[in-house]
């Protein structure tokens, strides 16, 4: 039988547990894109499956493949035995051959996953979405292929929330953006900017004009400020207005010696731009590949002489180790010349005739307590005093909940709308809310996830169904080739432009993967799909996996050996038909005759297959899991929706 004939088995996702958790890279991914399927798919050079792949589950894969914080890679196995598979990296290659940056929606619309929809369509009815960010603009991308009219209403004049607001132009190409948002918006939603929420339309008012259910994912738009004395001097500003103006091409006026008071990674987006030029013409980003370096140089040096000495230093209570900043962001800061004063608690904003002129820091001795509660303690005998005329807070972010008012029956909680945990459904039955409006800041991957689910419990709410996502796997030989030497081959980043260059334009800091480079990053993936199953039946226990294994993950031990083990013991009690309570009590030397167990070590597996190949009775097979989520209707209320005065039983 062909193996594309063979078919998905419908389980309870508890009993496939085990084996959708091998693939970290899926498991950790909040929205389940098969990182380990598109990365295998580029080492093979299968690109266009790639795109697919990745584009499967998630309306933003092009921006996710700039911008993404990447849990995947984090979690990525084969961090276990080096350093993990380059997942976001690799998803650019791909989505600047086939994505909406090419300018054709085609690939983009063909990729979505239609298994994670509901089946059930819509009857057409009118849906309002309030926020253009990815949140509101993934709830839009869902609900119009089911058929529902959606309007998206947007505060300010671009949509994009937080990727054309917060994310430095340098890291993420507003074409990009816009093309990505654009292929959305080709699906037949509506889109209204300069339309904000309590200013220019109500809850009540959607209401009144006939929409039926309303979506609110505005993001948290303010940033916060600690109440430092100086705080309210007009050279201290709020880092995410910075870096709106900024990235919108309307620089505040801003002084030669900056500082950022946070750590995170936006204090770092807020410092890098500050260090670059703000005169210089922003041009097209996505030129950086096919720019001439002579030219680039001459921007560069031009770029130098308009900015003076600027200074930018960052101020922050953690450690160097301990900062929430991603590791790369630290670096290419400092190699633009950014200076860190890492384990320092700002005390006040010094000013000379109400003018800034440095700010006062202490030294921080811990940042946490013995519970890992937020809880900084300082020691007020080491000061230091940062020369300034700008101070910058980035900080974290607060949301502006003025636009509500009792009449909405939406209530809030800790300064955020206050939702069901599972279905995202507010107060008021017929508004939902998601994002960081109601779950407080957090990537965008973790937007778009919740905002997939929220748009599916506006869908039980407006037909009266339950949706629910059940998992369908399969067993299947595999078939497979890994590339030679692929468990040697080292991470690479993709390169990146000279750090001269860099803090003088504004100029795409990340360069593509070459075809060769992508194809070798690639081929390092474990391919964690695959795995040693064993028959235990036809084990002879000799031994010789043991021997062959290059990484030493497999061992055979007597019972003996693990009688204190709870987990392994309860196994041999099954196995043998013998009671657990009285397999314990075997002596050692009863223990040992009775039998013993194979054990694996999963962590580090290279999947080479050398142990299937030395098993004399084929006891070891190498086998592929596959695997795949989909959306499955019940015809009857979903029990967690609120119905408003509507009676459901």
Not at 55 to 74: D, H, Q
Not at 357 to 382: H, I, M, W, Y
Not at 385 to 406: E, H, M, N, R, V
Request: hydrophobic fraction near 35%; charged fraction near 25%.
């Amino acid at each position: 039988m062909n193996n594309d004939t063979l078919q998905f088995e419908l389980v309870d996702q508890k009993d496939s547990d085990y084996w959708m958790k091998m693939v970290k890279c899926q498991d950790a991914c909040p929205v389940h894109t098969n990182a380990c399927g598109y990365v295998t798919a580029i080492a093979e050079g299968r690109d266009l499956d790639a795109y697919k792949i990745a584009r499967a589950t998630n309306p933003f894969a092009s921006i996710c493949g700039r911008v993404c914080g990447a849990p995947c890679e984090a979690n990525c196995r084969r961090g276990s035995l080096d350093t993990p598979i380059t997942i976001r990296a690799l998803k650019r290659f791909v989505n600047e051959q086939y994505g909406p940056e090419t300018g054709d929606f085609t690939f983009y619309k063909e990729g979505c996953n239609a298994k994670m929809l509901p089946p059930e369509k819509s009857e057409g009815e009118r849906i309002a979405v309030v926020g253009a960010g990815v949140a509101g603009l993934t709830v839009a991308h869902d609900l119009i292929q089911l058929g529902y009219k959606v309007t998206v209403f947007e505060a300010y004049s671009e949509p994009g929330g937080m990727l054309t607001a917060g994310v430095p132009i340098y890291r993420l190409p507003r074409e990009l953006v816009r093309a990505e948002i654009d292929a959305i918006l080709s699906m037949g939603v509506e889109l209204k900017c300069n339309m904000r929420l309590g200013r220019d339309f109500t809850i009540a008012s959607l209401r009144k004009e006939g929409y039926k259910a309303i979506f609110i994912g505005i993001g948290l738009q303010k940033g916060r400020k600690i109440p430092l004395e100086g705080a309210d001097l007009p050279q201290v500003f709020d880092g995410l207005d910075f870096l709106r103006s900024y990235n919108e091409g309307k620089p505040m006026e801003i002084g030669k010696r900056i500082v950022v008071i946070g750590g995170g990674n936006v204090a770092y987006d807020v410092a890098r731009s500050a260090v670059r030029p703000t005169k210089i013409p922003m041009g097209d980003a996505r030129s950086d590949m096919e720019r001439n370096e002579t030219v680039a140089y001459d921007v560069a040096r031009t770029a130098l002489r308009m900015s003076g000495d600027k200074e930018v230093h960052v101020v922050c209570l953690e450690k160097r180790h301990e900062m929430p900043a991603d590791v790369i962001e630290i670096d290419e800061g400092e190699e633009e010349g950014i200076k860190l004063h890492d384990g320092r608690g700002p005390r006040m904003i010094l000013n000379e005739e109400g003018y800034v002129t440095g700010l006062r820091t202490v030294k921080c001795t811990s940042v946490f307590d013995e519970n890992g509660k937020f809880s900084p303690k300082f020691d007020e005998a080491q000061v230091e005093d940062i020369k300034a005329d700008t101070i910058f807070f980035a900080i974290g972010q607060t949301s502006d909940l003025s636009f509500l008012s009792p009449e909405d029956g939406v209530e809030t909680e800790n300064g955020l709308i206050k939702i069901d945990p599972e279905t995202y459904q507010t107060t008021a039955p017929d508004i939902f809310a998601c994002g960081d409006v109601a779950h407080g800041a957090r990537l965008f991957i973790h937007a778009i996830a919740s905002a997939q689910i929220a748009a599916r419990s506006m869908h039980d709410y407006l037909r009266k169904t339950r949706t629910d996502v059940v998992v369908r796997k399969r067993w299947l030989p595999a078939d497979y080739t890994m590339v030679d030497g692929w468990d040697q081959f080292k991470r690479t980043l993709p390169p990146a432009l000279d750090s001269e260059i860099r803090a003088s334009s504004n100029d795409i800091v990340e360069i593509n993967y070459s075809d060769t480079e992508a194809r070798k990053q690639a081929a390092r993936c474990l391919r964690c799909n695959v795995n040693t199953v064993f028959d235990t039946s036809i084990c002879i226990a000799c031994n010789g996996c043991v021997d062959v294994c290059p990484e030493n993950l497999i061992k055979l031990v007597g019972l003996n050996q693990v009688r204190s083990d709870n987990y392994l013991m309860q196994i041999a009690s099954d196995s043998l038909g013998i009671a657990e309570d009285d397999l314990k009590g075997y002596t050692d030397e009863e223990l040992m005759e009775a039998g013993g167990l194979m054990l694996k070590d999963e962590s580090t597996c290279i999947r080479c297959a050398m142990c299937a190949s030395r098993c004399p009775t084929h006891a070891i097979q190498m086998k592929r899991f596959e695997f795949y989520r989909e959306c499955v209707t019940i015809p009857a209320p979903n029990p967690k929706i609120k119905y408003g005065s509507e009676s459901i039983v």
